[in-house]
């Protein structure tokens, strides 16, 4: 935390590493031997049902054999039944651009509820009564545009109609737009956290840009492991917009953190994969309260027992 990002700069040059998986396990191996030596990463189906792609940016030329042997360890942790996993990968080199300001350019401000979310290229005041997000993604996820995002920030609003908020912990937290979406409605403490350093960094320049870095306490962790976080529990609300797999893999570590009267909001996973993430929470206490379903993307509301 102590080194300042400079998401200003320009990008002088890129990688562009590319592959297409034909099922979600694939896609997953794939995306955590791109991971090695990668800045960005993002995987999706491209058709339901279909085949994945994953899309990375390095700022190096990645070495094809350090890959390929992530990759195998990588398919065997998540059951990747490809016989290769990299057969289509390209790795491309493009040229001297400033990558992020044209991707902010292309990032027009949303109106999500009572939320107002918009980059710092846009020269227009917020309406009045909404609740202003200035976000600038950088190599992080989260900008609003993604329907897991907005899902997210539906649910914030509904919840906060019906229930105040003590501590929230924001896991997995990208740019740092939900912290700070929970921070701007409840006024209360909010830790956030990530395992990527690139994302604690832009999240970290975004909370200064907002008025909320003391707020929101930011940390670099590997799930629920920082002793911030250990110490901070339990918490009345518990954010994670990941991705299925992961998420299905900490319900455990969620429902030790989560208040006995807690709420979680969890998204990052497609319609289809509902039933195996809440399975896993199940297991630990946790059932449905409400589903929010965008785009194919669907955000669960998670608590124990009935709804209050």
Not at 192 to 220: F, P
Not at 289 to 304: K, Q, S
Request: hydrophobic residues 50%; charged residues 20%; positive net charge.
């Amino acid at each position: 935390m102590s080194r300042k990002p400079s998401i200003e700069a320009a990008v002088p040059a890129l990688w562009r590493l590319c592959a297409t998986l034909r099922d979600e396990r694939g896609a997953a191996a794939v995306t955590a031997a791109f991971e090695t030596c990668a800045n960005a990463v993002s995987a999706f189906e491209t058709a339901p049902g279909g085949a994945w792609r994953v899309e990375a940016f390095a700022e190096a030329e990645p070495d094809r054999a350090n890959l390929a042997g992530a990759a195998a360890v990588a398919a065997v942790a998540f059951g990747a039944t490809d016989d290769d996993l990299l057969a289509g990968l390209t790795v491309e080199s493009l040229p001297p651009r400033d990558w992020l300001g044209e991707n902010r350019l292309s990032f027009p401000p949303l109106r999500i509820g009572r939320f107002f979310v918009y980059g710092s290229h846009i020269g227009a005041v917020p309406p009045a009564g909404s609740l202003a997000l200035r976000i600038d993604a950088a190599t992080a996820f989260g900008t609003g545009e993604h329907a897991t995002t907005r899902g997210c920030l539906l649910a914030l609003i509904e919840l906060a109609r019906r229930r105040p908020i003590g501590r929230t912990l924001d896991m997995g937290t990208g740019t740092g737009i939900l912290a700070m979406a929970a921070a701007r409605l409840w006024h209360r403490p909010v830790l956030a956290c990530d395992i990527d350093a690139g994302a604690v960094a832009v999240a970290g320049a975004n909370l200064r840009a907002n008025g909320l870095a003391r707020q929101v306490r930011l940390y670099r962790s590997h799930g629920y492991r920082h002793p911030a976080v250990r110490q901070g529990r339990p918490f009345d609300l518990v954010l994670a917009n990941i991705l299925a797999r992961p998420l299905a893999r900490m319900a455990a570590a969620l429902a030790r953190h989560l208040a006995e009267d807690g709420v979680a909001v969890l998204s990052g996973l497609l319609d289809r994969q509902v039933p195996f993430v809440l399975a896993a929470h199940r297991a630990h206490g946790l059932v449905l309260r409400r589903r929010i379903a965008v785009e194919g993307w669907t955000t669960l509301v998670l608590g124990r027992g009935r709804c209050r």
